[in-house]
């Protein structure tokens, strides 16, 4: 009976309102709209009291929050003229809340009829009360209350109808929140105020999107404890029933999806609202640094509410930073750098609090979602953004291109020296994420730098006239070889091997072999360059004599040096290798040479390998094989044992 009064009464009212109501009128009718208010509010504080313990539900859901809910709603209608009107309203229920809460709470703690049920209803009367006072602010800012007050008491609800385990108030408080979205929608957009995030429009979406992210923790602790009883259940001698265990089950499943999707929901309307705010209200010059700061920001208050309330569900949250991070690298790499348009300030506490949070979860024992991934992608951005920053440094400066290069390949090697030296946290706690796949993509880089700015270019560092092998593009080329080789020795062996599943030391002594050998034609060829005008393109260096005898006399003396170095350690595949690359010149010397025959460079060519053929057949004889290794050394065991 007191729904059914509640609800004719206020359709009365509202049909009325519509029809009839004119501005004329408000000094007559505000005095009913109280006075129905009133009498509502006091049936349901009365109801508490008389409702018997046994029964379910404390607190009638339907008159608790569905009475603030359409009164608030008239009075809208009634003050829309007003200036301030439902900031004044709002500031009023909330004063009003607040003071049933107190009188509730003191005849509670009185031992009054009914006191455990008003200790329940106090705390419904405390959240309404809060509810209107958050309300206050961006009503006194904006006269649209409907979709935030409609979220708002949506998550209402949904608490009330957890605590109740009342189903359809559940359903009832998501319909809300949608509708309260759809309708934010619908008169958008509205553009009231003059800062950015201060404002009517953002602090309604604020609104929304908390209450959606309120209602998911209340779903998803429902959730658990659901699953708990099962559980329970299963292992205790009272089992319940096959239907029990079923439908416990099936709420389970649905709360846990209904809180996914709110905390989908919720964090949409979160980020997609920063941007349209950014876009409205910053100029394009600070949009990226100040959607920076807001992401920093967001981060910080997903750590705070995951951690205090160990909620394990959103442990996604630093991918929310990281993502739109990597996002922002290129877009300010494409623009501008780092540090411009104080981006010296947001970027730094970004990337502080990104490990400040892996840090703390580490600490508290709770679990983030790939950690892994997520170390090794913020270790690889720090490192593009500090070689970035410090290349654009030197571009500033207006020095040679070669520094830039130069320091760009420094950043790489002291990230890969960190990885290897170093035991401290975060290196030594997560060697996948760093010891192997940032090192892994680093190592990459540094070769994609070997091949842009060492291998297919001549850089020149000037001032510093070019010398080979002591010039910086060759001597930090130097210094990186040295790093990825310690890499291999203290981490990279171990992958190797666990990956191919045998000893990798001959893999790993070809590409470095391989990688010499390439690195060495280069500094000959950038040499010649140098010092004979040569172009340096594929073609010039193909048709010059001079290259081509170089090669044809380095690739012997290689070969020969190769050869004897194999003979005195009977190493019979290293020798092969010397003779094939020797073999490689003498067929270069008859297709390729003799076809310029009658230069003095191909002459030369000919004599100097020449001779050097002669020298390789006395000095490096081939190895023998190690089935005659193995008959030499019986041969001898046996006349050993004969004398």
């Known amino acids: 009976m007191n729904v059914i009064g509640f ?61 603030p809910m359409v009164g608030f709603g008239l009075q809208s209608a009634l003050v829309q003229q007003m200036e301030y009107g439902l900031a004044y309203s709002a500031a009023a229920l909330a004063g009003f809340y607040f003071l049933v809460t107190y009188f509730l709470r003191k005849s509670a703690s009185l031992g009054k009829e009914g006191g455990e049920n008003l200790q329940l209803m106090s ?34 609800f949904v608490w009330i109808a957890l605590r109740q385990q009342r189903e359809i108030l559940k359903y009832v408080g998501l319909a809300l929140q949608l509708f309260g979205g759809l309708l934010f929608l619908i008169d958008y957009p509205y553009r009231g105020g003059d800062w950015v995030f201060i404002n009517a429009e953002f602090m309604g979406i604020t609104m929304i999107s908390f209450s959606a992210l309120f209602s998911a923790y209340l779903l998803q602790q429902a959730s658990n404890e659901q699953l708990d009883k099962l559980s329970e259940s299963k292992l205790s001698k009272a089992k319940l029933s096959e239907f029990k265990q079923a ?66 569900q959103v442990n996604f949250f630093p991918w929310l930073l990281l993502l739109p991070l990597c996002l922002y690298f290129w877009l300010t790499l494409l623009q501008s750098n780092f540090s411009a348009n104080y981006g010296f300030i947001s970027w730094p506490l970004a990337l502080g609090l990104l490990y ?76 996948k994420a760093y010891q192997q796949i940032s090192a892994i993509v680093i190592i990459g880089l540094m070769f994609i730098w070997s091949l842009g700015f060492n291998f297919l270019s001549v850089l020149k560092a000037h001032p510093i006239p070019y010398l080979p092998l002591l010039n910086p593009i060759d001597l930090v080329q130097l210094l990186a070889l040295y790093t990825v080789v310690q890499w291999y020795r203290l981490h990279g062996n171990r992958l190797l091997e666990k ?52 090669i044809s006399i380095a690739w012997t003396l290689i070969g020969l040096v190769v050869m004897m170095l194999a003979s005195n350690k009977s190493l019979r595949p290293l020798w092969i290798v010397g003779a094939s690359l020797t073999a490689i010149v003498v067929a270069k010397l008859f297709l390729l040479d003799l076809a310029g025959q009658g230069t003095i460079e191909r002459i030369i060519s000919f004599i100097v390998v020449g001779a050097l053929l002669l020298v390789v057949g006395y000095f490096s004889p081939v190895p023998p094989t190690a089935k005659a290794n193995a008959s030499e050394d019986k041969e001898s065991t046996a006349t050993i044992d004969s004398e």
């Open 499 to 550: 990956l191919s599943g045998k000893s990798s030391s001959a893999v790993a002594i070809g590409l470095l072999a391989g990688f010499g050998f390439i690195w060495f034609n280069v500094l000959l060829l950038k040499t010649l360059h140098v010092i004979t005008d040569i172009s340096y393109q594929p073609e010039a260096l193909f048709n010059s004599a001079i290259v081509q005898t170089s």
């Open 123 to 156: 705390q419904a009367m405390l959240a309404l009360g809060v509810i209107f006072a958050t309300l206050t602010i961006p009503f006194a800012l904006d006269g649209r209350w409907s979709a935030a007050s409609w979220a708002i008491e949506g998550a209402g």
């Open 356 to 431: 400040g949070i892996f840090y703390k979860a580490e600490k508290l024992g709770y679990a983030l979602f790939k950690a892994t991934a997520l170390h090794s992608i913020s270790c690889l951005l720090i490192t593009f953004i500090a070689a970035s920053e410090l290349a654009w440094y030197v571009e500033y400066l207006d020095l040679a291109g070669a520094w830039s290069a130069v320091v760009v390949m420094v950043v790489l090697i002291i990230a890969l020296d960190l990885i290897n030296t170093s035991k401290y946290w975060p290196f030594g706690k997560h060697p």
């Open 247 to 312: 439908l416990l089950s099936a709420k389970a499943f649905i709360d846990d999806f209904a809180a996914i999707a709110l905390i989908a929901w919720g964090i949409a309307w979160w980020y997609i609202s920063a941007i349209i705010q950014v876009d409205d209200y910053i100029s394009r010059q600070y949009e990226l640094v100040v959607y920076v700061a807001f992401v920093t920001f967001s981060a910080a208050l997903w750590l705070i509410a995951s951690l205090r309330w160990q909620w394990q």
């Open 7 to 67: 609800v004719f009464t206020f359709i009365v009212a509202s049909i009325w309102g519509v029809t009839q109501y004119r501005a004329e009128h408000f000094a007559s009718t505000e005095p009913f709209l109280i006075a129905f208010f009133l009498i509502y509010v006091a049936i349901s504080i009365l109801f508490s009291i008389k409702q018997k313990p046994e029964l379910k539900g404390y607190v009638d859901g339907t008159l608790v929050f569905g009475v």
